[in-house]
């Protein structure tokens, strides 16, 4: 595991004000039970008296005469949690994650861990650059992950104030517009990110905003673009198909759309597109078995 990327995707989500030291309290409070081990039995009343020195001696002993017990890896990781020693906690969590990959206590203390890793890194961060054009854009993807979107949005202009090219600031207000359909806003933020760099994000959004302004003709081309750029991309084969559909271009519409249902068969709007295509092309059979299916899928989420 890359402890950049770790860092970087746990800024994203984390609250601004929550970015704070992990405190033991919190760690035994909030941590999944693990079964009761005697061996370990030690280095839990040396923590339950606060002697953390003799704790780590003996978490640290226990796992090299038993490197394969869970439980002390994870008594380890806690060990460091409580010590505030991140970067130590870190190396032993992602060692614990690569010998037992699916433990539900590992997986708990390693994002425990990344927590206090981004936390860390944020603050250094906020504290060198506080109005750089970073420090806004994380904030923006904090806000959008609380559906605070109107302060997304405007943490997403400050970035783009003091950088006007940053590429992740220019898609996200664009999606932030194109949710709330000011597509012709949201069409020059794509523009400007497709200048950048070409990417999915900008051809699909270009898509979007185009069919919900009724130029099909231009929105074929950019759903084009984007599943060319992403093949396994069901919602853009649905918008490609949906557009063709609305130019009269049904039976390569429907293929489209069939494409889309294959690679997500659960996406309700495909089968409902794909009813309205058989309904367009003189299939009412097949297009009541799509609606039929789009109102399944619906009734399910």
């Not at 109005?131 to 302060?151: C, I, K």
Request: hydrophobic share 45%; charged share 25%; aromatic share 6%.
């Amino acid at each position: 595991m890359n402890r950049t990327a770790v860092i970087r995707h746990v800024c994203v989500t984390a609250s601004i004000a929550g970015l704070m030291t992990i405190e033991a309290a919190g760690v035994a409070a909030q941590a999944p039970k693990a079964a009761a081990h005697p061996g370990l039995t030690p280095v839990r009343r040396a923590l339950a008296v606060g002697d953390t020195d003799r704790a780590l001696s003996l978490a640290k002993s226990y796992v090299q005469r038993q490197p394969s017990d869970v439980a002390g890896h994870v008594l380890l990781i806690r060990v460091y949690l409580e010590r505030n020693e991140i970067d130590a906690a870190y190396r032993a969590a992602t060692g614990a994650v690569r010998k037992h990959p699916a433990d539900t206590n590992v997986l708990y203390f390693l994002g425990l861990v990344t927590r206090g890793l981004a936390a860390e890194e944020f603050e250094r961060l906020a504290r060198t650059a506080p109005d750089s054009a970073r420090v806004h854009q994380l904030r923006a993807e904090m806000f959008d992950a609380q559906e605070r979107r109107a302060d997304a949005e405007q943490e997403y202009a400050a970035a783009l104030a003091a950088k006007p090219d940053l590429l992740e600031a220019l898609l996200g207000l664009a999606k932030l517009q194109r949710i709330r359909l000011a597509c012709e806003e949201a069409l020059a933020l794509y523009e400007r990110a497709e200048a950048v760099r070409p990417t999915f994000d900008a051809a699909y959004g270009l898509g979007v905003c185009l069919g919900y302004l009724q130029n099909d003709q231009l929105a074929v081309k950019h759903f084009e673009q984007a599943v060319q750029r992403n093949p396994s991309a069901a919602v853009a084969w649905t918008g490609l198909g949906t557009s063709l559909v609305k130019l009269g271009r049904t039976a390569d519409g429907i293929a489209k759309l069939q494409r889309a249902i294959a690679l997500a068969p659960e996406m309700d709007d495909a089968h409902y597109m794909l009813g309205m295509a058989y309904q367009a092309s003189g299939d009412p059979v097949r297009a009541q078995e799509s609606f039929k299916k789009a109102e399944q899928l619906r009734t399910v989420r």
